[in-house]
């Protein structure tokens, strides 16, 4: 793993001192901001890469059926990969959640930091509120996939689970 994202020792220190001026509490800001985007990166690049090898496994275990083993392996694999599938997905929804929080925290200590000092507004690429709000909006849009991918991996394994049985009775 990289420890670009955590904060450098001298950041660190000087806020453990309890003296940090206000530049090296925006260093801080930011460099726990980027940590903890870089946890939400990875939570999510295990999650898809994770999904992907469970559906080249179902698609290969639907396709699969042989002779020998007949219909009861169709019956039994997919609706597995799927049951995995869907816990996995579960299981990544809180942690990219909490992630999510964090960094919102973080943002609103650096926001109330900028309020405090406007000498700051130069490090920032919104200066005043309606700049602010704006950008906290493209924000949100632009982690829509993050929060909403394990639901719709929860969906698709609900219907992958079903899949075999509705063939198998059809």
């Known amino acids: ?45 295990a999650l898809l890469g994770s999904q992907a090898f469970l559906v080249i496994a179902y698609a290969t275990a639907m396709t699969g059926s042989t002779k020998r083993w007949g219909d009861s392996m169709v019956l039994l694999l997919p609706p597995l990969f799927s049951l995995l599938g869907f816990v996995l997905a579960l299981m990544a929804l809180p942690g990219i959640r909490a992630a999510y929080a964090a960094i919102g925290k973080w943002e609103g200590k650096q926001r109330h ?19 602010t709000r704006d950008m906290m909006r493209r924000a949100q849009r632009g982690a829509l996939f993050a929060h909403q991918a394990p639901f719709i991996f929860i969906v698709a394994w609900a219907i992958f689970g079903i899949i ?7």
């Open 1 to 45: 793993m990289d420890d670009t994202a955590s904060p450098s020792p001298d950041t660190t220190q000087i806020v453990a001192q309890g003296h940090p001026t206000d530049n090296e509490l925006l260093a801080f800001y930011r460099s726990e901001i980027r940590f903890e985007t870089e946890i939400v990166n990875g939570r999510l690049q």
């Open 113 to 131: 930091l900028h309020t405090r000092s406007p000498d700051l507004t130069d490090f920032t690429l919104a200066p005043n509120e309606d700049e």
């Open 164 to 170: 075999p049985f509705y063939l198998y009775l059809k």
